[in-house]
């Protein structure tokens, strides 16, 4: 399927895998995706696996990004993580507001947009995360909460900055529930995000940022998600933790 942007399909392990297990995956995965070209493919290992990681995909297609890191650059932040720490390990992507952290450690659009313009000073590729829950979504608020989110998650990013950075669009109903947007849903709301990129940027912005739709994506849904105009790729929770799974997802977006 010919796409207008390249394709990036993002495993994001969460807090899952010892180094053991995480290898074993990542062998997996360099077999079974050696020929990939079309797609860009990042692996996102717990930080405890990212060492290892890293040096199990050098001779490979697979990319790095890590779940996290912190707005800072260093110094008496116990237990955080610069975005300078991470590329010691040549990791390229971080995921950044996935809805677990803004629900978990209550992280807002402001603290957001400070990590990205971090990881950005340190030549990570942000992926920043959006989506309304589903009292949101039945109160007919999907447009009004995820343009905000985008509005306060990317403040202060030039273009050059946002053209590298990579937009998730996850609606928090179907993270991990198994539960998928339909086909329709996530190109009305891909769609509604590029009008967005292009108010607060330009539209030349606007149609070279990638867009991924992530919750519950599976081999079975990827093909009809990832054929829709703004759909340029996927951010994969629970079936990018097996090589089957993952790699055939990427292989039916192909
Ligand atoms: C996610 O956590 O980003 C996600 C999309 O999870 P899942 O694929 O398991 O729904």
Redesign the pocket.
Known sequence: MEKERKLIIVG?W?MNKTVAEALDLVQGLKRELAAVKEVDVVVCPPVTAIADVSKAILDSNIRLGAQNMSEHNGGAFTGEISAGMLKEFSVRYV?LG???RRQHQKECDGLIAKKALAAHAASLRPIV?VGETLAEREADQTKEVVGKQLEGSLAGLTKDQMVETVV?Y?PVW?????R?ASADQAQTVHAFIRQVLASLFNEAVAKRVRIQY?????SANARELMSQSDVDG???????LEVRSFSDIIKNSI
């Open positions: 994001n969460k995921i996935h809805s677990e995360c998730a996850e179907a993270i991990g529930t198994g998928n992530g919750g519950s994506v599976k996927a951010l994969v929770g629970g079936a990018s």
